[in-house]
């Protein structure tokens, strides 16, 4: 009996982990450049999905891919394809906070949260939290793109300086930054937090296109 093997696909019809080399064919047949690979583990196939493909396929196929990926429209050559984006989205200020994070390469959304009463800058500082605790988590390799100045320096200096009043309807995120606060001073990382130009580059992948 062969044993269970697990299908990352990062580039097809429908990027995820999948369960049988059927499976995983539906998604890559007919699609141009398709990546994917298989896998012994679950695990070892879930950490390649959070990562780039680059650094599982063949050397010589990845350089090439790389190359025509710098160079193709809305690929900048200064921006790291291999990294994590993240953006918030706050209807009023305070309102109705979410937040998100997504892979550059494939536009795959790695996690996503809320919403709940908070407002804008706080969502973008509690979206890098959680992408540098994710990357630590997972072993990973991987900058971090956000478009708030503001959110940088407040991770940069383990203090969310927002001014919202704390108050019982704002209390749950209140309870985020803390354990925001605390992961980021128990914590120590290397993982640089780059500013994504949003007027070189347009809108930040992981926007979620409210404006």
Sequence with gaps: MSKQKFYVVWEGNIPGIYTSWADCQKQIQGVEGAKYKAFPTREEAEKAYTSSPYEYIGQTTARKKMASRQTSPGWPAEVVPCSLVVDAACSGNPGPMEYRGVYLVTGEEIFRFGPIKGTNNIGEF??????????????????????????????????????????????????MIRRAEKWLKENSFRVPILKWETKKWGEIPADFGRK
Excluded at 154 to 175: D, M, R, S
Aim: include cysteine.
């Design 126 to 175: 509690l979206a890098i939290v959680h992408g540098l605790a994710l990357i630590r988590q997972r072993g990973l390799d991987l900058p971090i793109y956000s478009d708030s100045v503001n959110a940088i320096q407040w991770v940069k200096q383990k203090k969310c300086k927002t001014k919202l009043e704390q108050t019982a309807e704002t209390e749950k995120v209140f309870e």
